[in-house]
């Protein structure tokens, strides 16, 4: 074998062989292997940004830790963003695992999770690429500097699904909901022999009275809860694919234990929207579901009421949409809300997590007027009305 430019071949670095003559220039060691699974779908933020929301899979094929000091996305020619070291170790997971970690671990794969956006009105880019800066320890001192790129993926220009609200009313938190919470977002579960983000969009909708308590009275009561009992609508015209009723009340404040998989939606039910979308809405009141399999529905129909039914901690409404009648081996779709008010802002997700534990008002930030928002998707803690102004 020819060799060309500095060779340091070693034992214990397998993956870091030479450069070959062959193909001098046009062959280089990617120790860090980049691919994308699911091309982001471009969608309206109720930010007034478009969002591209997806996932960097990465997999660390050589036999040291990489440790991610940039990367770059690259939208056609442009950059878009660049996430540096402190950004990549708060987005960056590996496989299984609900912590971040900017380090890779040798002969391991991890998922970063990107929300790229994009000011409304700029070109939506064709197809994204990305430039990844690391140090990769397998490497002799003074030559660990990697840059590659990689993970090229054209944009899906499908249409978004544009629904109608899911409740009606105030008061509405849009609890975990997109672009960087990290309860749904990051929901990357191996289901049926892939990785499927099937909540990457989804909501917990939940509600607080007047005084902003997400409940008053026990906390263990069904009936103290704000949401508990509110009916929940259709969002468009569908065919009801999956109805699954009867499965019992959860007492709110804690987990439910040992729940098996096809019972975590507790009471649930699936439409076909058309066009290969379906809504799920999961954590319905046994026997409220008003709609059976096959039923044609239409937008604003009453289909159940609120609940706390399968993997639920208190009452609340999962909402989402997918690419399959699957809760979880399907792929999350973006969606936009025909129209909505955004009348307030929580603290971020710690500081609901402590309202809903604790009962306290939850302390929320104002926005008068409420504004208006038409076709987007609520984001994530932001209070929302249904109602009609
Ligand atoms: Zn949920």
Known sequence: MKIA??????????????????????????????AIQDAPVPFMGSDGRVHLVYELGMTNFSSGDITVEKIEVVGDDTTLQTLDTAAVAARLQPAGQRESSGTLARSTRALLFLNVTLTAGAKVPTELSHRVT???????PGQQEFTESGGTTSVDTQPV????????????????????????????????????????????????????????GPAEKLQ???????????????VVVSVIDGLPEQTPGKY?????????????????????????????????????????????????????TGNSIVPH????????????????LPYEINAFHVTGSTGGTEAFDQAESNGTPLAITPINPPQEVKEAMPLDQLIISFAAY
């Open 5 to 34: 430019g500095i060779c340091f071949c070693a034992p214990f670095l397998l993956f870091l062989a030479c450069k070959v003559g062959h193909a001098e220039g046009s062959e280089k060691m990617t120790p860090l292997l980049l």
């Open 134 to 140: 690391m140090r990769a320890s397998a490497a002799p």
């Open 161 to 216: 699904a544009l629904i109608s609200p899911p409740l009606r009313g105030d008061h509405y938190v849009a609890a975990d909901s997109c672009c960087d919470a990290t309860r749904h977002t990051r929901a990357a579960l191996p289901v049926n022999g892939r990785v499927w983000v099937a909540q990457r969009y989804a909501v917990d909708w939940e509600q607080t009275d007047a005084s902003g308590r997400i409940y008053a």
């Open 224 to 238: 103290s809860y704000a949401i508990f009992g509110q009916p929940v609508l259709a969002v468009a015209n569908g």
């Open 256 to 308: 439910p234990t040992n729940i098996p998989l096809d019972q975590a939606d507790g009471n649930s039910v699936i439409f076909d929207l058309g066009e290969h979308r379906y809504a799920l809405y999961a954590h319905m009141q046994p026997g409220s579901i008003k709609v059976r399999r096959g039923e044609k529905v239409h937008p604003g129909q009453v289909i159940g009421l609120v609940g706390d």
């Open 317 to 332: 409404l999962h909402f989402q949409v997918t690419a399959g009648p699957s809760s979880l081996s399907a792929n999350g």
